[in-house]
Every structure is written in C-alpha cells, then in structure tokens.
C-alpha cells in the first residue's frame, strides 16, 4: 500500500502561531501512522507542492476579520490551475483568531466549494486570547484524526 502523502501550509507569523504549527509538524509525524508530511509556510506554496498529496493541512491567522494576506496570496496564486486538477482534495484549516474568526471561515469556505475541495472536518476557530494548554490539545485532536483518516482512506 503507497504511502498517503499529506501537505501542511501554514502561516505562522507570532510565537504562538509558531507553537501551533510546531505542534502539527511534530504530532503527525511522531504518530504511528504511515503517512509522509510536508510541512511549507505559505509564502513557498506553488501548483507543483499539490504533485501526489492525498490531503491538506491549512493554518492561518485571522487578520482584520479575514484570512491572512499570505493565505489570500496562496489562494491567488494558485486558485485557477488547482481548480480543475485537484477535485475532491481532502482538506481541514484551523485559524488562530482574535475576533470571531467568521469572516476568515466564510471566505474560506467559499473558496473551498469554488475549488470543489472536501473539508471533511469542521473548522478548528481557536479565538479569543491565547490560551496554550486549550488550544493545542484541540489542534492536536484535530490534525490526528485528519491524518488518521488520510492513512486509512477514510478521506
């Protein structure tokens, strides 16, 4: 069986984003499972990072009640050639966001059904002040059972 190949793009820019992204890096790729992780910030993410993945990681920050200016890049960037090649990609997001997180979900959202992607979980909206402890035991949860799921075909 071929090992299931997951990217994680993320933007990171604070230290506790950082904490955030360190902690889905290390977990999937200390897990058990046989999946391949490739972890890129944003700003590095091209059509060609899209070459043989099963599934999709994304982590931003919400920024003046939207997605990041390097996720909306990524997304304008790539949006027309991934459109019709990556049909059906299985992809969860989580945002750090010190509102609501609302606007960043809505806008992703619709940029997820354009693209005919399948979130096959709920957004992981970790907002509000930081709370480290909370907040890395719900992303841990949430990245493993995405990757468990990518390892087993669920997904």
Not at 52 to 70: A, H, V
Request: charged share 25%; glycine share 8%; aromatic share 10%.
């Amino acid at each position: 069986m071929k090992k299931k190949n997951i990217l994680f793009a993320h933007h990171s820019p604070s230290e506790n984003t950082k904490k955030l992204s360190k902690l889905v890096k290390n977990k999937i790729e200390t897990a058990t499972l046989d999946v391949k992780l490739t972890t890129l910030d944003l700003i590095d993410v091209n059509t060609s990072s899209f070459k043989e993945i099963d599934g999709l990681i994304i982590g931003t920050t919400e920024n003046f009640g939207y997605m990041s200016g390097l996720t909306k890049d990524f997304f304008d960037r790539c949006y027309d050639v991934l459109k019709d090649k990556t049909e059906g990609l299985p992809i969860i997001y989580y945002v750090r966001a010190g509102l609501d997180g609302e606007g960043c979900k809505i806008a992703l959202n619709k940029i997820l059904i354009g693209l005919r992607w399948r979130q096959v979980l709920p957004p992981l909206i970790l907002k509000g002040s930081w709370q480290e402890e909370d907040y890395l035991k719900q992303l841990e949860k949430f990245v493993l059972t995405f990757a468990s799921g990518i390892e087993l075909g669920i997904y």
